[in-house]
């Protein structure tokens, strides 16, 4: 399955239990960033795919941009930068 959004949104695999996942979502509606979450404890494949991602980790929040790049915890600052570039 391709998890890559759509230009100016990001899609964001994260948990119930996650205070970074929580924080970076209130940090992208309050800036009127665009994103899809996905819960890794949820959709089948998705905790593998993190941790494909992140050495065999699920680390979360684990972030995909529109160009198909990467990022683990990003701040809401980086997510601007990297979706408007």
Same mark, same amino acid.
């Given at each position: ?32 960033? !665009?994103? @899809?979450?996905? /819960?890794?404890?949820?959709? &089948?494949?998705? +905790?593998?795919?993190? %941790? ?15 160009? !198909?790049? @990467?990022?683990? /915890?990003?701040?809401?600052? &980086?997510?601007? +930068?990297?979706?408007? %570039?």
């Amino acid at each position: 399955m391709d998890y890559t959004p759509d230009a100016g949104s990001i899609t964001m695999f994260s948990t119930t239990w996650c205070g970074y996942c929580r924080r970076l979502k209130s940090q992208l509606s309050a800036q009127g960033i !665009g994103y @899809t979450e996905i /819960n890794i404890e949820e959709v &089948e494949g998705t +905790a593998e795919l993190v %941790a494909s991602l992140n050495g065999g980790n699920q680390t979360v929040p684990t972030v995909i941009f529109p160009d !198909g790049s @990467t990022a683990t /915890n990003p701040s809401v600052a &980086e997510v601007r +930068a990297r979706i408007s %570039a």
